[in-house]
Antibody, heavy 118, light 106 residues
């Protein structure tokens, strides 16, 4: 059974860079079958897709976030990461990592709250 | 951008059938997936590629997709079905979620 776990600071100052890591167990992120996604959800609001990375290294970003985003893989640690620069209060949300296949996400992490505040 | 519109809320009596719609331009040409999210929890995939159920999802859940509307159908609704439901599609390489529907069991 695949499991995903997000980790990273819960509080980030405005204008700084938000950095999160997703640790995957029960599956290899090097698998060609899947891709690895980040999705966020502000409190009381809906889901917003952030981006995805394939084992090949190919990356797709949400166009509205692309200029501030970096998603990367660390196959040695079986992890993938998210960096979002120049954050504002609008980036405050629960951030989820997930495994994707086809055009869906079939397994999700439990989510981690990130608050942007000075 | 690709807009996916869902009703804000759907109320259904215990044991009856709930229908959650997801409207998008020619959505019938896309694969639609549905997620269930309970308070404080991560979303769970409950329907994929319009009408396929993941392992462990009861057959009370079904789906359809045609024209400009995809529908998640929950038959014989139980208290545990009370949750937010989101539809999701890919448009080119970008992923979009619906606005979300809160299903309330009366």
């Amino acid at each position: 059974q695949v499991q995903l776990q997000e980790s990273g600071p819960g509080l980030v100052k405005p204008s700084q860079t938000l950095s999160l890591t997703c640790t995957v167990s029960g599956d290899s992120i090097s698998s060609n079958t899947y891709f690895w996604s980040w999705i966020r959800q502000p409190a009381g609001k809906g889901l917003e897709w952030i981006g995805r990375i394939f084992s090949s290294g190919s990356i797709n970003y949400n166009p509205s976030l692309k200029s501030r985003l970096t998603i990367s893989l660390d196959t040695s640690q079986n992890q993938f990461s998210l960096k979002l620069s120049s954050v504002t209060a609008a980036d405050t949300a629960v951030y989820y990592c997930a495994r994707g296949t086809g055009t869906m996400e079939d397994y999700w992490g439990q989510g981690t709250q990130v608050t942007v505040s000075s | 951008s690709y807009d996916l519109t869902q009703p804000l809320s759907v109320s259904v009596a215990l044991g009856q059938t709930a229908r959650v719609t997801c409207e998008g331009n020619n959505i019938g040409r896309k694969n639609v997936h549905w997620y269930q999210q309970k308070p404080g929890q991560a979303p769970v995939l409950v329907m994929y590629r319009d009408y396929s159920r993941p392992s462990g999802i009861p057959d009370r859940f079904s789906g359809s997709n045609s024209g400009n509307t995809a529908t998640l159908i929950i038959s014989r609704v139980e208290p545990g079905d009370e949750a937010d439901y989101y539809c999701q599609v890919w448009d080119n390489i970008t992923e979009f979620f619906g606005t979300g529907t809160k299903v309330t069991v009366l």
